[in-house]
C-alpha cells in the first residue's frame, strides 16, 4: 500500500472507528451533562481530564505510526505491510484499545456518569476478546516469529514502563 492511500485510509478509519466509539456514543449516552462527581470527590474530574488527555494522543500517535510506517490502516480490512513496534508500542501491545478505554473512562470520571463506566468495561471485555479471538493470530500469521518476539516482551494491556527494543534484524543485502 502507498504511504498516502495508507495516511488517506488510517484517517478515514480515525473518523469511523475512535472517534465515534470514543465521542460519539460517550456524548449519546451522557449528553455531556454533568452528574455529580463520584465518591463526591471532584478529584474524580481531574483524574477523567488526565484519562482523555493521556488518551487522545495516544490514538493519534498510533494511527499515525500504522500509516507512515506499517504502511496500511488500523482496519482489518486494511491491515499493515510491517509489523509496528515503535512509540507507544513499545510499551503495550495495544495503545489505541487502551486509549480509547482511557478516553471512554475518562468521561464517565469527568461526567460522573456510571453507565459510561458500564460503557467503558464493555468496550475492553470487546476488545479483549477481538484481540485474543482474530487479531493475534492473524498477526502471527502476517509477521510469524517478529511478532512472537514482541509478544513475548511486551503487555497486551497494562503497559511497561521501560521501553521494549526490538533485537535488529542483520542486513542480509
Avoid: C
Avoid at 25 to 34: A, D, K, M, R, S
Avoid at 49 to 69: E, M
Avoid at 78 to 92: D, E, I, M, S
Avoid at 93 to 119: E, K, M, T
Amino acid at each position: 500500500m502507498k504511504k498516502s492511500i495508507a495516511v488517506l485510509g488510517s484517517a478515514l478509519f480515525f473518523v469511523v472507528a475512535p472517534t465515534s466509539l470514543g465521542g460519539l456514543v460517550p456524548w449519546w449516552i451522557t449528553g455531556w451533562e454533568f452528574r455529580p462527581p463520584f465518591f463526591d470527590l471532584a478529584a474524580t474530574r481531574v483524574v477523567g481530564i488526565v484519562l482523555i488527555v493521556a488518551g487522545l494522543p495516544g490514538i493519534v500517535d498510533s494511527f499515525a505510526r500504522f500509516a507512515l510506517q506499517g504502511l496500511g490502516t488500523p482496519a482489518p480490512i486494511a491491515p499493515t505491510q510491517n509489523l509496528v513496534v515503535t512509540g507507544l508500542y513499545r510499551h503495550v501491545r495495544n495503545p489505541i484499545y487502551v486509549a480509547l478505554v482511557a478516553v471512554i473512562l475518562g468521561q464517565a470520571l469527568l461526567f460522573g456518569d456510571p453507565r459510561l463506566l458500564g460503557y467503558g468495561v464493555l468496550m475492553w471485555l470487546g476488545f479483549h476478546a477481538f484481540v485474543v479471538a482474530v487479531e493475534e493470530p492473524v498477526l502471527v500469521d502476517s509477521f510469524g516469529t517478529e511478532y512472537e518476539d514482541f509478544r513475548a516482551h511486551v503487555p497486551r494491556w497494562i503497559p511497561r514502563l521501560t521501553p521494549w527494543r526490538a533485537a535488529r534484524r542483520p542486513n542480509h543485502s
